[in-house]
T-cell receptor, first 114, second 113 residues
Framework: GAGVSQSPSNKVTEKGKDVELRCDPI?????LYWYRQSLGQGLEFLIY????????KSGLPSDRFSAERTGGSVSTLTIQRTQQEDSAVYLC????????????FGSGTRLTVV | GQQVMQIPQYQHVQEGEDFTTYCNSS?????IQWYKQRPGGHPVFLIQ?????EVKKQKRLTFQFGEAKKNSSLHITATQTTDVGTYFC?????????????FGKGTHLIIQP
């Protein structure tokens, strides 16, 4: 597509429920990234996919968080047993490949855990 | 691990005044990128600097990469209300997570008309 598409744009969930966030990167972009941004704060790296390589999961805050990328395209970030501290905007970005290219971010999913 | 520090965290200026944000890395960078995030929006890529001492301009914006490739700055001349937002630097080294790109916490630019 023309840009990075994320869905849903907003998600309100009850504490303890599981949520799935979707990212559809720019067609042809081999690199895909997930970041988390709390209100007024910076970008917290979560996970990075590059082509068919094993993902870099070094930023995932706990084992409740997982992500997959199917067919080198669409990615899903799953948060199990959500907690109130998980409330944030989850941003997905893609780039043409590793090293030296700017990221194109999606509009994010605003997650609120009540 | 690599750390990227940005100062100031907040900057209030009168419309028409200049603005500068500074970015410092604990390690030597292979390149550095700058992003702008408007209130309620998502980060948008502005520019990438690669060479030691590099200076690039985009209209009223001037970006610099330090000689030692450990610091960078973004300067805006004669700010306008459209410049409001948060400016992030992101430094890349040869290893580390997320393709080696580490974001600073950003500088929030507030413009008073």
């Amino acid at each position: 597509g023309a840009g990075v598409s994320q869905s849903p744009s907003n998600k309100v969930t009850e504490k303890g429920k599981d949520v799935e966030l979707r990212c559809d990167p720019i067609s042809g972009h081999t690199a895909l990234y997930w970041y988390r941004q709390s209100l007024g704060q910076g970008l917290e790296f979560l996970i990075y996919f590059q082509g068919n390589s094993a993902p870099d999961k070094s930023g995932l805050p706990s084992d409740r968080f997982s992500a997959e990328r199917t067919g080198g395209s669409v990615s899903t970030l799953t948060i199990q047993r959500t907690q109130q501290e998980d409330s944030a905007v989850y941003l997905c970005a893609s780039s043409p490949g590793p090293g030296g290219r700017g990221y194109t971010f999606g509009s994010g999913t605003r997650l609120t855990v009540v | 691990g690599q750390q990227v520090m940005q100062i100031p965290q907040y900057q209030h200026v009168q419309e028409g005044e200049d603005f500068t944000t500074y970015c410092n890395s604990s390690t030597t960078l292979s390149n550095i990128q700058w992003y702008k995030q408007r209130p309620g929006g998502h980060p948008v890529f502005l520019i990438q600097l690669v060479k030691s001492g590099e200076v690039k301009k985009q209209k009223r914006l001037t970006f610099q990469f330090g000689e030692a490739k450990k610091n960078s700055s973004l300067h805006i001349t004669a700010t306008q209300t459209t410049d409001v937002g948060t400016y992030f630097c992101a430094g890349r080294n040869s290893g580390g997570g997320a393709d080696g790109l580490t974001f600073g916490k950003g500088t929030h630019l507030i413009i008073q008309p």
